[in-house]
């Protein structure tokens, strides 16, 4: 499909499917060589990553866990910039190799306010894998260390993202039409 429409918004393809799919597998390639022998636990931010997170594990080799934490921060097409953090972190993480996966990282409050959450927990290292990654919009400085795609500031819909809930299990990546 070249264009959806999802409630009262229209979307067109920006990202197909075996796009997302070739740097999902770069993306893995990158974290098989970058931790091997460190046995990391890839902690995925439900509910959007879910898509990256089965993708991205489908392609990792070396030794490794996954749990799953779910914080929100989005309302409708607009980040809100305040943090809820919904479900927590269980696992002992302390000295361990914690990779975080997320759909999109933006404004980069959802993932500093992961990062103090985490860092409290005593991990070795944190490293940052994110589908998406909208550099102009950042407000503030963070180390990711895998990037699927950059990609400019527009609002976008499937392969996990969503608007107002629908649309996540597209296959493609859609761009919000103006």
């Not at 499917?17 to 022998?37: M, P, S, T």
């Not at 996954?66 to 953090?85: M, R």
């Amino acid at each position: 499909m070249k264009q959806v429409q999802i409630l009262d918004r229209d979307f067109t393809i920006s990202i197909p499917a075996n796009k997302i799919q070739e740097q999902v597998e770069r993306v893995a390639q990158e974290i098989n060589r970058d931790l091997e022998g460190k046995n990391p636990i890839f902690m995925s931010v439900l509910n959007g990553s879910f898509m990256f997170t089965a993708d991205l594990m489908k392609h990792i080799t070396i030794p490794c866990e996954i749990s799953f934490v779910k914080l929100a921060s989005y309302q409708g097409v607009a980040s809100t910039g305040q943090i809820k953090e919904v479900i927590g972190i269980n696992e002992d993480l302390s000295d361990r190799t914690v990779v975080i996966v997320e759909d999109i990282v933006d404004t980069g409050l959802t993932m500093q306010r992961l990062l103090e959450s985490v860092g409290t927990r005593m991990p070795k290292e944190i490293y940052i894998a994110t589908l998406l990654l909208k550099p102009d919009k950042l407000q503030v400085e963070l180390d990711v260390n895998y990037v699927a795609f950059e990609i400019p500031n527009d609002f976008i819909v499937g392969y996990g993202l969503d608007y107002e809930g629908y649309g996540r299990n597209l296959g493609d990546i859609y761009t919000v039409i103006e």
